[in-house]
């Protein structure tokens, strides 16, 4: 079952159900052409069943495939592999069991794709009520050809299922003959098998036509002498079967049916209406058929005398107040069609229900073609464009229309249509929620923080789609847009990217075919970037740049509505198979939905102006340097010679617009989502589940890609075309690292935790194209970690020159023997052991490491400095909180002198520090790392101890608290220590200052 029949099911879901007008629409009289009338020498039309009749295993399995991320094409190979021995014609034949057969089918899948196949899912599916059904087109044909009295049969390769039953999923009623060939013990393309079917028809060869999707077996029907009929396409297929038997095998209305008995309208009463409507006096009686679908809001196709037209009514019964308002789509198109949007002409509401049982309204029966496809078989290239652009220019027209002039203005609510659009579809998923879905929940969090400031009121169709356009059958006109159920004001930009869904789908997608993975260039057809240009074009707007936003709640919205679906299929009717799939399906769309919040999340970087050093007369501080002396001025002179050599910029309040916004936005995320997780993080941290990565964080480094808070450290210099990160200056950085250092959780949050981030920057500045393909991405997107080996537990680790691991050339690898510990990354003892690395893994080449050291020791370096001044600032402000509430001898601890005296001290101290790690920063951004070696290895040994003083302080002022697990303070302070020798110990960076001063001043 499709998802617009899942949908129809249900008045929640208005936004795919009942695409109630597009089948009132038919092809135009024109594109059938008879050759000539009768079965001519046909006597007898054999159909093959996967392929012909119903979807083609290979077809399942490209679908199935993208769902389970199983490497394309992997089913189809097995189903081909060992020919007439392989497991699949042995299944067919019936000499292997379904058991038997999924075990075999299933590791020669996982030996093909070189993954686990779960074969399992693909039968069910193949087997499954959603896709083994007849296509209608088909349907249609058996009907017409049974009743020119020629005789129809099946001719299938088919199997057993466990059930003991062959797998027919067809009414057999519609067939003289079935052949199957585990019934047989034959399969094609073995003559035995035509053969047989013609003996049981009584047909000779010459007096029957076989259809089938696979070459061997047309060719041996072919070489009896049957005319065959390959099938790509069931329409195509048809259309050449009606031109070789002479007559017509679609209805004369398509996709109607009589009308269901529980669907009945009193003719009569209809009859006189539309005398009276039309003026006329027929002479024939009135003819009535239903549309397949629409059961919603039942629809009829209605031909008296020569008018032909469609009745579109409200369903019998008690109705919710907004739902089927028939009254409304015909108001819209009326008034559309008046401002000369292409809508079926509207003839007349009547709203009185002693006609037809309920209010209904009549419209004029418009034939035309529906591209169902949105990859458009058949056509030129330069024909698609043409569609697309057609396609482009109505819903321009659309939302062009003056709701004045067009009386629409009370048509809907005037603004604020995403915030309603999304708390309505957040309440809806709340409805129907079954479990979480960790990408909903973080898209009911998003999405409503990041709705468009600005919102253009115009009238919406709310389904706009390729499938809801009629178009001309020769030429790109669009001669109707259909399904106007959805339709009110809103912000016309939400239709724009709803038409684009279909550019995100595979083509096999159950739901609607897409086209992620067609090549648009070469169809012809624009991609959604030049869709949406071309868009913007039309109507003389600028491009807008939350695009991404519009498309990730286009998604939601479809997710909604799908986990909705899936919640009435476990009460419902719908089998487990189906379920199963849809529930797949919401979580495949949610996916979806969330890439495009973490795209917008990036766009942030892409809109940030390149960051040069900035000149302030506030907040700065210029600095000149001439060797061997330094000078500090506070400054207010913006001549280019200062400009040129940047400005300190020593307060977040000073730092560029975007950058400060930037900082803002991590403070805020630190608030809402940072400290409220830092208990389950600490619990994490001292579980047994403490190897493996905390599922909580996973969630946050999403939350974080799609506020565009990540890879914040590549510095500018690195990265100057920002491909990987936000191209912020060292300085600017220092600020935003200095907010992620106030909790230890917060550097994995952001993907800026050392040492991934020195070693991504290595990798961006020394990699090959394939080492960053292999290494840089997956860091990058904190999909990988990192490590950086260096100490070793038997010698004095902080002289390098002491390390004792070797490495050694052999049989094109490097081999690597040697004893590291302390290894970030779960601070690890490793041993390495005869390790092969293959030679091409080697970063710049042998012996260049100190070359690539001297790269890694820049920007990386400072930043657990710059992160210390945040941790000190924390743990200041806690204790400024605790001694206001802390009593003791009678006063609060605040009024104790030591406590003021210790407070002063550690601000003082952060605040020195912290123009150190500033002032580091910015020789670096001016000067260059090499130059910034002194100013390095300063703030490398100040900050870790003023850290370690100003936590300690704080520890005292807390008492025994200040240990406990109940602060971070405890946690605070062993990291503080730590990095005392982490970063290289204490002493060794005195000695590279002492030996620096000694030679500027000697
Ligand atoms: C939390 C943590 C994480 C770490 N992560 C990593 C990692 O990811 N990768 C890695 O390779 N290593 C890592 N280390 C190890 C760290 O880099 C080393 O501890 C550091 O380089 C010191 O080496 P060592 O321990 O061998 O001390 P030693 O070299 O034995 O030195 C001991 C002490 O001697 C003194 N000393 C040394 N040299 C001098 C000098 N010139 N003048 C005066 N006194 C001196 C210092 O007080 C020093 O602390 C980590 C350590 C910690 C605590």
Not at 17 to 39: C, D, E, I, M, N
Not at 288 to 306: C, E, I, M, R, W
Request: hydrophobic letters at 40%; aromatic letters at 8%.
């Amino acid at each position: 079952m499709c998802l617009r029949q899942l949908l129809q099911s249900s008045q929640l879901q208005r936004a795919w159900r009942a695409a109630f007008l597009k089948h009132v629409q038919g092809r135009h009289p024109g594109a059938w052409r008879w050759t000539h009338s009768g079965g001519g020498p046909y006597r007898a039309v054999i159909f093959d069943m996967g392929g012909v009749l119903l979807p083609s295993p290979g077809r399942v399995a490209a679908e199935w495939e993208v769902q389970n991320h199983i490497p394309s094409g992997t089913i189809v190979k097995a189903l081909i592999s060992g020919g007439e021995n392989g497991p699949w014609m042995k299944f067919m034949r019936a000499e292997i069991t379904t058991e038997d057969f999924l075990q075999e089918f299933g590791r020669l899948c996982s030996e093909i794709s070189k993954t686990s196949v779960p074969v399992d899912s693909f039968f069910s599916l193949l087997t499954s009520e959603r896709v083994a059904k007849q296509f209608p087109v088909m349907t249609e044909a058996i009907t017409q050809i049974r009743a020119k009295g020629l005789q129809t049969a099946v001719l299938s390769n088919n199997f057993y299922l466990p059930n003991g039953k062959s797998f027919l999923p067809l009414d057999r009623k519609q067939f003289d003959v079935v052949v199957e060939s585990c019934l047989e013990g034959v399969c094609k393309p073995d003559p035995r098998m035509y053969k047989l079917c013609l003996e049981r028809l009584g047909r000779q060869p010459s007096e029957s036509i076989f259809l089938d999707d696979l070459g061997p077996n047309l060719k041996a029907a072919a070489g009896l002498g049957i005319h065959t009929i390959k099938v790509d396409d069931p329409e195509t297929a048809v259309k050449e079967l009606e031109t070789l038997l002479g007559f017509p095998l679609r209805m004369a209305v398509p996709n109607t049916r009589p009308v269901r008995k529980t669907m009945e309208i009193p003719k009569d009463a209809l009859e006189k209406y539309l005398k009276d409507l039309l003026g006329i006096q027929p002479t024939g009686p009135l003819e009535l058929l239903q549309f397949d679908h629409g059961q919603s809001n039942p629809t009829y196709y209605v031909k008296l005398a020569n008018h032909q037209l469609v009745l579109r009514k409200k369903p019998p019964g008690t109705l919710l107040p907004s739902a089927h308002a028939v009254e409304r789509e015909f108001r819209i198109m009326k008034a559309l069609g008046n401002a000369g949007v292409p809508v079926p002409k509207v003839l007349d509401l009547c709203e009185d229900s002693s006609v037809v049982g309920t209010p209904f309204y009549l419209m004029e029966y418009c034939p035309g073609l529906i591209y169902k496809d949105p990859s458009l078989p058949g056509l030129e290239p330069s024909q698609r464009r043409a569609i697309y652009t057609a396609m482009n220019r109505v819903l321009c027209k659309i939302h062009s229309v003056d709701l004045k002039a067009a009386g629409l203005e009370d048509y809907g609510k005037h603004g604020d249509y995403l915030a309603r659009q999304v708390q309505t579809w957040i309440k809806q998923y709340r409805a129907s929620e079954t479990s979480t879905i960790p990408a909903m929940e973080r898209l009911i969090e998003w999405l409503p923080l990041h709705l468009p400031r600005q919102q253009r009121t115009t009238v919406v169709h709310g389904d706009f789609r390729l499938d809801n356009l009629l178009f001309h059958p020769e030429t790109a006109e669009v001669l109707a847009v259909l399904d106007w159920e959805l339709s009110t004001l809103g912000d016309p930009l939400a239709d724009v990217a709803y038409n684009c869904l279909a550019h995100y789908l595979p083509s096999g997608f159950p739901i609607q075919p897409g086209l992620s993975d067609c090549d648009l260039t070469e169809l012809g057809i624009p991609t959604a970037e030049d869709y949406f240009r071309m868009y913007c074009l039309h109507m003389g707007i600028p491009p807008i740049e939350n695009w991404n936003f519009y498309m990730a709640f286009s998604f939601f919205r479809i997710a909604a509505i799908l986990q909705g679906v899936y919640k009435r299929s476990l009460t419902g009717q719908a089998s487990s198979a189906t379920a199963k799939q849809t529930e797949k399906l919401t979580e495949f769309m949610s996916n979806l939905a969330w890439d495009f919040a973490i795209k917008e999340g990036f766009q942030i970087f892409k809109e940030m102006p390149a960051t040069k050093p900035l000149m302030r007369s506030h907040h700065t501080w210029s600095l000149l340097r001439t060797p061997g002396t330094r000078s500090y001025v506070t400054s207010t002179d913006s001549s280019p010679a200062h400009a040129s050599k940047g400005a300190l910029i020593f307060s977040p309040e000073g730092l560029p617009h975007r950058v400060r916004e930037l900082y803002q936005k991590l403070k805020e995320f630190m608030e809402r989502h940072v400290y409220p997780a830092e208990p389950e993080l600490q619990r994490h941290q001292v579980s047994a589940e403490r190897w493996t990565p905390s599922p909580l964080v996973e969630d946050l480094k999403e939350k974080a890609k799609a506020e565009g808070l990540w890879n914040l450290f590549l510095p500018l210099e690195t990265d100057p075309k920002k491909k990987y990160g936000a191209g912020l200056t060292n300085m600017e950085y220092a600020h935003l690292c200095e907010v992620m250092g106030t909790s230890p959780y917060a550097p994995e949050i952001f993907n800026c935790s050392a040492p991934d981030t020195g070693n991504m920057e290595l990798l961006v500045r020394y990699g090959t194209e394939e080492q960053k393909a292999r290494w840089l991405i997956p860091l990058l997107e904190g999909k990988a970690r990192s490590c950086f080996a260096m100490t070793e537990p038997q010698v004095a680790s902080s002289d390098a020159t002491n390390i004792e691991s070797s490495i050694r050339e052999e049989d094109g690898f490097y081999v690597i023997n040697g004893h590291k510990w302390w290894i970030t990354g779960g601070h690890g003892e490793v041993l390495f052991e005869q390790v092969r690395v293959p030679k091409e893994n080697i970063i710049l080449g042998p012996g260049r490491g100190f070359e690539i050291a001297q790269g890694r020791l820049g920007p990386g370096r400072i930043h657990h400095c710059m992160r210390l001044i945040g941790c000190s600032e924390r743990a200041l402000a806690l204790v400024k909180a605790r001694v206001k509430s802390r009593v003791a001898f009678g006063k609060p601890l605040v009024e104790q002198g030591t406590v003021l005296a210790d407070i002063a001290l550690s601000r003082v101290e952060i605040e020195q520090a912290r123009l150190l790690v500033l002032k580091a920063a910015h020789v670096m951004d001016v000067v260059g790392n090499k130059a910034a070696a002194l100013d390095i290895a300063m703030i490398k040994m100040v900050a870790p101890s003023m850290a370690s003083r100003v936590i300690d302080r704080a520890i005292q002022a807390f008492g025994a608290a200040g240990l406990s697990s109940n602060y971070p303070l405890a946690q605070f302070f062993a990291g503080a220590r730590a990095l005392r020798f982490a970063d290289g110990p204490d002493e060794v960076h005195r000695a590279a200052v002492a030996k620096m001063e000694l030679k500027h001043h000697s």
